[in-house]
């Protein structure tokens, strides 16, 4: 027979239990708050008063206004709230250990401490409590991202398997130590076999990739962030009937004083990495292109700039769909080129010329493309009578199909 006795006391243990773990929440609020040079918003001050009371009102359930208190914490940045953040969310998980806000805000906390592996863990706790097996949108691109980033590390370890690598020990360390560690050990095998041997490229690649991971996160879905991919059709409805001039990253045209000139047309187009001088470039970028080279796209602000169009060419479609995950922003673009655009020279629905090569400039794809939809009145190059700009075949298709070139304006026109 069940003693009735026995159950209430554990139930007044587990109450007991419960009480100090919230005690312990209360004290961390505390050492906050007196911490020496601690700068609480008033935010998280409304919300460690708003914890303090819950717990000296009986009916009340705290647990709601402790996650608060951790939610704003992450807020506030600062010294010292990311900690309290984290010893907010360890004390919650352990008051209610299937509690999904408990979970993500470790998660949050543990990430913004540079502490991505275990972030991961506690974004996947979070992901087994969902219902529906799905997170919110944000949790989704972290979890994609640190568990992109955990494979780099693991595909450099395997490059150069040696027992003592540098690279073991970074293995769940903070990213902030992580990042100078694996350029480190970058540079040392770049000195030791070459800039030739393939696992030294491979590696070149895999750290290119982590950082740009550790800087932002990937775009799993292009559609995020407003962004509305439009094929070949879209495009030229974009193009019709607007003036459009495609402009080289020159530092002649920089220095030009063209650049009331480039922001009259309708559409500007400029390529790869680039950078704007108002004066000399103009201000305006309609459309972006970038090619990728191998699996490896163009490096540089331009992906993050914001663009009506952001068009990517490459080709194997599986690389050119990878980039488009790993590089692309949310927001940073109104429409991106779906693949009937991918490869525009060789593709038989569109150009279908074969023999341009893989070294083809991105300024000539473009250019190329636009001519071939053939609904601007005005098609322009601005900087490209700089030689050096086209490859020679491209030099002589544009001059072959000039109306007029205009060297002290660096123009070439081509209707």
């Known amino acids: 027979m069940t003693n009735p006795l ?30 020496q040079g601690a700068k609480p918003t008033p935010r ?8 303090a009371a819950s717990l000296a009102t009986p009916s009340a359930d705290p647990f709601d206004a402790l996650l608060q208190v951790g939610k704003r914490a992450l807020e506030a940045g600062g010294d010292g709230s990311p900690n309290l953040a984290l010893g907010v969310a360890e004390t919650s998980t ?6 999904k806000g408990a979970w993500r805000l470790h998660g949050l906390a543990l990430d913004r401490l540079g502490r991505g592996d275990e972030a991961l863990e506690s974004y996947e706790r979070y992901l087994s409590l969902q219902q529906n097996g799905g997170a919110a949108p944000e949790i989704a691109r972290r979890i994609d991202t640190l568990r992109r980033r955990r494979k780099c590390l693991d595909e450099a370890i395997a490059l150069f398997p040696e027992a003592d690598s540098p690279l073991r020990g970074l293995l769940g360390g903070p990213t902030s130590a992580t990042s100078p560690e694996f350029a480190a050990h ?4 770049v000195a030791e076999h070459g800039v030739g041997d393939p696992a030294v490229r491979r590696l070149l690649e895999l750290y290119g990739t982590y950082r740009r991971l550790v800087e932002r996160d990937g775009m799993p879905d292009p559609l995020l962030g407003g962004t509305t991919p439009i094929d070949v ?9 607007r003036t459009v001039c495609v402009v080289a990253d020159a530092e002649e045209v920089a220095s030009s004083g063209l650049g009331s000139e480039i922001d009259g047309y309708d559409l500007v187009v400029r390529c790869d990495s680039f950078r704007l001088r108002a004066e000399g470039t103009g201000e305006r970028t309609d459309l972006h292109a970038v090619s990728l080279r191998g699996d490896t796209p163009w490096d540089g602000p331009a992906w993050t700039g914001p663009v009506g169009v952001r068009l990517v060419f490459g080709d194997p479609a599986a690389g050119w769909r990878r980039a488009l995950r790993q590089r692309l922003v949310s927001g940073a673009q ?20 074969g023999g341009w090569g893989r070294d083809t400039t991105t300024a000539f794809t473009v250019l190329r493309l636009l001519d071939f939809l053939d609904v601007s009145p005005r098609l322009d190059l601005v900087g490209f009578t700089l030689p050096g700009r086209l490859r020679a075949r491209e030099t002589e298709w544009v001059k072959d199909r000039a109306t007029h070139i205009h060297d002290s304006k660096m123009r070439i026109a081509l209707r």
């Open 6 to 35: 026995a159950g209430l006391f554990k139930a007044r243990q587990k109450e007991a239990a419960r009480l100090d773990l919230f005690n312990r929440g209360m004290r961390l609020c505390g050492e906050h708050l007196a911490a």
């Open 44 to 51: 998280l001050t409304q919300a460690i008063g708003t914890f």
């Open 334 to 353: 109104e429409h991106v080129g779906d693949a009937s655009l991918r490869r525009p020279l060789d593709d038989p629905a569109l150009l279908g010329e």
């Open 186 to 189: 970058v540079r040392a095998k």
């Open 94 to 99: 352990l008051i209610r250990q299937r509690s």
């Open 233 to 241: 059709g879209g495009l030229r409805g974009l193009v019709a009937e």
